[in-house]
């Protein structure tokens, strides 16, 4: 079982930036994909962005060139640094990382963006 809590949600005004972290109880290393989701209220959770063991990236259309995300394996966590904020951006955010066939979520961490 892997244990992932999710920090630094909060409000922001639009145009600021905030950087979400992710600990993961158990080595990056372990994990094939690591990412970013979110849901805001009525609507469908969506990927914000992922990163593969690899190093590769992708991130969702709404977000390129805003946001960036990253991992450091000194301190297990998986990062997403948000730039530019909007209001649509207006979130619960999930981390999410994949150990095939097994994927573990973690709890959330509201992000709120005033106009």
């Known amino acids: 079982q892997v244990q992932l809590v999710e920090s630094g949600g909060g409000l922001v005004q639009a145009g600021g930036s905030l950087r979400l972290s992710c600990a993961a109880s158990a080595s990056i290393y372990s994990f094939d994909v690591m990412g970013w989701y979110r849901q805001a209220p009525g609507k469908q959770r969506e990927l914000v962005a992922i990163?593969?063991?690899?190093?590769?990236?992708n991130y969702a259309d709404s977000v390129k060139g805003r946001f960036t995300i990253s991992r450091d394996s000194a301190k297990n966590t998986i990062n997403l640094l948000m730039n530019s904020l909007k209001p649509e951006d207006t979130a619960l955010y999930y981390c999410?990382?994949?150990?095939?066939?097994?994927?573990?979520w973690g709890q959330g961490t509201q992000v709120t963006v005033s106009s």
């Open positions: 990163i593969t063991s690899g190093g590769s990236t």
């Open positions: 999410n990382v994949r150990r095939t066939p097994t994927s573990y």
